[in-house]
């Protein structure tokens, strides 16, 4: 069962910041936190992780609380391309790899 | 670089028939391997995963088995598929360290009539 929580659909319009919140109130000290998009009918993209400390790429920030129960993904301008379901993921450290369990995700609607 | 296919990408197929879809990793070696599974307007539920070869593990009891017959290749399978079957079928894969992202395929959708 995915460990997140995430609002159902949010709009942003084209060229402002989109900010995605995630609730994960039970994570453990050893988990990351993953984001994922998906453009429709296509495979997840890898958009950002991170683990304590507040992460940026060429793509997106993330933002950790400090108790690291709730985390929010930033894209800083949004343009229409960024429109697609965003997955925020714990994830699960197995001895050799890890499990990730999406939830519904949100649904981000860029709007011209 | 790594590449992951994945195939076919749409099949109709009638219930009770069986099914087969193929997924292979370039690149890379000993990879962790992943099936999951998208039914519409639903999230991604984890169906299968694989840390080597003959090794696989199931996360919910299903109409489906998967296998892996070699490094870098990963099937998923039914002998009678069911209507509950449709939905988008993902093969991903990612290396075997802690915090490795997964590597998603283009996705095979699937609809049994």
């Known amino acids: 069962d995915a460990k997140t929580t995430q609002p159902t659909s949010m709009d942003c319009a084209e060229g402002r910041a989109a900010n995605l919140p995630c609730n994960h109130s039970?994570?453990?000290?050893?988990?990351?936190v993953y984001w994922y998009r998906q453009i429709h009918s296509q495979g997840p993209q890898y958009i950002i992780h991170?683990?304590?400390n507040n992460e940026t790429n060429e793509m997106a920030s993330l933002i950790i609380t400090e108790d690291r129960k709730s985390s929010t993904l930033i894209l800083p301008h949004a343009t229409l391309r960024d429109t697609a379901v965003y997955y925020c993921?714990?994830?699960?450290?197995?001895?050799?790899?890890?499990?990730?369990?999406f939830g519904t995700g949100t649904s981000l609607t860029v709007i011209p | 670089s790594q590449t992951i296919h994945q195939w076919p990408a749409t099949l109709v197929q009638p219930v009770g028939s069986p099914l087969s879809l193929e997924c292979t990793v370039e690149?890379?070696?000993?990879?962790?391997l992943y099936w999951y599974r998208q039914a519409a307007g639903r999230g991604l539920q984890l169906l299968f995963y694989?840390?080597?070869?003959?090794?696989i593990s199931s996360e919910v009891p299903q109409n489906l088995s998967a296998s892996r017959p070699q490094d870098r290749q990963f099937i998923l399978s039914s002998k009678k598929l069911l209507l509950s079957d449709s939905g988008f079928y993902l093969c991903?894969?990612?290396?075997?360290?802690?915090?490795?992202?997964?590597?998603f395929g283009s996705g095979t959708q699937l609809s049994v009539l």
């Open positions: 991903a894969w990612s290396r075997t360290v802690r915090d490795e992202k997964l590597f």
């Open positions: 039970t994570i453990s000290g050893n988990e990351y």
């Open positions: 991170g683990l304590k």
């Open positions: 993921i714990v994830g699960e450290r197995l001895n050799t790899g890890n499990q990730f369990y």
């Open positions: 690149g890379t070696s000993n990879p962790n």
């Open positions: 694989s840390v080597g070869i003959g090794q």
